[in-house]
C-alpha cells in the first residue's frame, strides 16, 4: 500500500522559505511522478507543482512559478517542495500525491498534508 508522509511545514514570516517533503513507501518511487497541492480554509483544492518520474519535467501553478520549486530524490524516495518568497495567500495545507499509474499524473493516493501558515 502506498503512503505519503509529508513534513517540513510551519509558521513563517512573509518574505520567508520553507522546504516541504513528502517520503513515499511501499512501492518503487522511482518510476512514478509525484505532485504537490494545497488547500486553504474555504478554498478548492490547488494544484502547486508536479515532477515527472525522473525530474526531467516540471510543472507549476501560476500563483508559485517563479517562487516554489519541486524536486526528488528517487534514492530517498523523496520528492520536495522548495518555498520561497512565501506570502501570506500560501497559507494552506499542503498534501503529496502520487498516481496509480506510472508516469502519468492523475493522482490517486494523497498523504495526510501538512500546514503551512504565512504571517504579514
Known amino acids: 500500500q502506498v503512503q505519503l508522509v509529508e513534513s517540513g511545514g510551519g509558521l513563517v514570516q512573509a518574505g520567508g522559505s520553507l522546504r516541504l517533503s513528502c517520503a513515499a513507501s511501499?512501492?518503487?518511487?522511482?518510476?512514478?511522478?509525484m505532485g504537490w497541492f494545497r488547500q486553504a480554509p474555504g478554498k478548492e483544492r490547488e494544484f502547486v507543482a508536479a515532477i515527472s518520474w525522473n525530474s526531467g519535467s516540471t510543472y507549476y501553478g501560476d500563483s508559485v512559478k517563479g517562487r516554489f520549486t519541486i524536486s526528488r530524490d528517487n534514492a530517498k524516495n523523496t520528492v520536495y517542495l522548495q518555498m520561497n518568497s512565501l506570502k501570506p495567500e500560501d497559507t494552506a495545507v499542503y498534501y503529496c500525491a502520487a498516481p496509480n499509474t506510472p508516469r502519468t499524473y492523475e493522482y490517486a493516493y494523497w498523504g495526510q498534508g501538512t500546514q503551512v501558515t504565512v504571517s504579514s
Open positions: 511501499g512501492r518503487t518511487f522511482s518510476t512514478y511522478a
